[in-house]
């Protein structure tokens, strides 16, 4: 139900109830002044419902509306003293193709005892053609019963008035209107929804940052074994091995942290056909890379043994890498990583 129509419940409902005990008649006894009252033409004809004590009315007019004209619908409940409750719960929604614009309520006791309670509703077409009241629901005690549908034939505007300047622009709905305007039943999920949206887009923000962090660790942590394994020198014959073996470690290990190559236990080749997926790394870094590791893999499994400077060049290669494929940032930010032996 949306906005509108619960405040229409909870004005017929405080509005019947309230006047069961109430005193007086006329209006609501608060002495603040009052629009002065729509009645319909005499000739309009009231579609009655009666259930008990209780008797619903509806009445629609003009008879013969054209578009641009507004059109009047009036439901008028009458209960008797001592009839149950009596409340009328429908929504704008339920007006079929016409709109509700407007809404005026008012209510009074007779002299006889009888609770009278008016809702006069402006609705608007949303063109020409035929159109109808859907049965309004009213809810009597535990009892629901429906008033007589009444159909609507809106003509076309009036060519005469073609030339007539157009309407002004409604005025600006409140602070207090626009928050009406969200159905209340909808507020929750609608809440619960941006309530994970907002969750979700900060755990996506915290996920890029993380990963920023992760790929900007894995330069530094690159970067900062390579000076090592320089600064211990080349190896001989015998340490050969073990230090092309930490050396392609470093890469493999920048490459993983760098573009999420999760490859620690794969072969060079299956190394390789991985590296070859992953995003960001371009065509000529891959072969830069496929060079370095078929250097490395001579050694460990071929019984190559390279000369001091073939080492130290090996490791240049490696540095090379490392550095031209650093993430932007860490380039934006002139970090000292870039410096090559």
Known sequence: MSARGRLIVAALAAG??????????????????????LEPPADVEARVTEHGQVRASVRVWPGEPRLGDPIYLRLTLERSPGAPEVTAPFSDEALGRLRVVG??????????????EEQTYTLEAPGSGKFRVPPLRVRVGDDEVLTEEVP???????????????A?????????????????????????????????????????????????????????????????GAPDAGAADAWFVELSGIVRAYVEGRFGVRAPELTTEEFLQEARRAAGLATAHRDHLTGFLARCDRVKFAGYRPDAGESLETLAVARTFVTDTRPQAEVAGGGNGGRRP
């Open 16 to 37: 019947v109830g309230a006047l069961g005990g109430a005193g007086g008649c006329g209006g609501g006894g608060d002495g603040a002044p009052r629009a002065p009252r």
């Open 103 to 116: 809404w005026t309520p008012s209510r009074q006791r007779r002299d006889d005892g009888t609770v009278v």
């Open 152 to 166: 609507i034939t809106v003509a076309p505007v009036d060519p005469a008035r073609a030339g007539e300047a157009l």
């Open 168 to 232: 002004g622009p409604r005025p600006a709905l409140s602070a207090r209107a626009a928050v009406r305007a969200v159905p209340l039943h909808l507020i929750v999920p609608l809440a619960v929804a941006g309530a994970l949206a907002l969750g979700g887009l900060g755990l996506m923000t915290w996920r890029r940052r993380r990963a920023r962090q992760v790929r900007v660790s894995a330069f530094d942590e690159a970067m900062r074994r390579l000076a090592a394994l320089a600064a211990r």
